[in-house]
């Protein structure tokens, strides 16, 4: 599958991202956001900088790759939500089980706020994770952890804000509609 990348660098290969600071506050390895719809890479190149189509090959697993919950009557955890909740627990992320069950269910829902901290990202990578599926303000993106397995296919220019602002009314009118 072909993903996009929108950045203001000019560059051929992709290359360790910096320190950043992840929605938890924590400095973290930066990962690399790719987005399945060109149009929403646009936003992130701004208007002088570059939309990268790429492939990505993952050296290990996707998250999510299993269900974390179950409806029912009410929304309960799976054997794999419980396992990740327990390891939230052990490892001091969360002191009490009830914190840690309504995090999970948080996770569950792919936010941003939820998926770019560092003990999450750390959770991923200590269970074989190379990337993640996270949900904001557009289509479901993906942040990569592992970049060596990102190939650049092409690098386009962007020389016009006009596709970007219609692309954000766009998204800022279906928001207000839902």
Known sequence: ???FHGNQSKFDKFIQGEDWTAFDGVRVKRPVWLSPE???AKLYATQH???YTVEYKPSGKTFPDHELTTFDRYIELTPFGESLKDDLIDANVFDDEDEAE???KEISNL???VMETSWMMN???KNGYSAFEVRGDGPTNLA???IENIHIVKREDIDSLSEIRAFVQKV???AFRA
Request: proline content about 0%; charged content about 25%; aromatic content about 20%.
């Open 111 to 113: 936010g941003y706020d």
């Open 172 to 174: 800022v009118s279906e």
């Open 49 to 51: 900088g570059y939309v």
């Open 144 to 146: 990569v952890m592992d």
């Open 1 to 3: 599958m072909l993903w």
């Open 102 to 104: 309504s995090m999970v």
């Open 123 to 125: 959770w991923l990578k």
């Open 38 to 40: 060109k149009k929403f």
